[in-house]
Nanobody, 123 residues
Framework: QVRLVESGGGSVKVGGSLTIRCEVS????????LAWFRQVPGKEREGVAS???????VYADSVRGRFTISKEHGASILSLEMNNVKPEDTGMYFC?????????????????WGQGTHVTVSS
């Protein structure tokens, strides 16, 4: 059974930084595409960033240069470092896993979802 558990959400000021994390079932961690999606009420879930089995990352235009997705060495942890955050970064952030080794972009086809962690950016 694949499990994805997010943590680290909360409130942050505009221009500030926040890092959210996702603990992934160790048995698949090194072989799969992992991604972060976000969703706000009334809108579709959108891909923010992804990293494939070769640790190659891809970002949505809206976050490129501000967010960094990474797999933490030695641990089954996927992180998303968010810098210079903006009000439009507010939303529920979901960790996602694709059974494919390759992601094909920041919004891969997802096989497993986490429950989400909420981020609020305020002025």
């Amino acid at each position: 059974q694949v499990r994805l558990v997010e943590s680290g959400g909360g409130s942050v000021k505009v221009g500030g930084s926040l890092t959210i994390r996702c603990e992934v079932s160790e048995s698949i961690y090194g072989r799969a595409c992992l991604a972060w999606f976000r969703q706000v009420p009334g809108k579709e879930r959108e891909g923010v960033a992804s990293v494939n089995g070769f640790r190659q990352s891809v970002y949505a235009d809206s976050v490129r240069g501000r967010f960094t997705i990474s797999k933490e060495h030695g641990a089954s942890i996927l992180s998303l470092e968010m810098n210079n955050v903006k009000p439009e970064d507010t939303g529920m952030y979901f960790c996602a896993l694709s059974d494919s080794l390759y992601c094909g972009g920041p919004s891969p086809l997802v096989n497993y979802w986490g429950q989400g962690t909420h981020v609020t950016v305020s002025s």
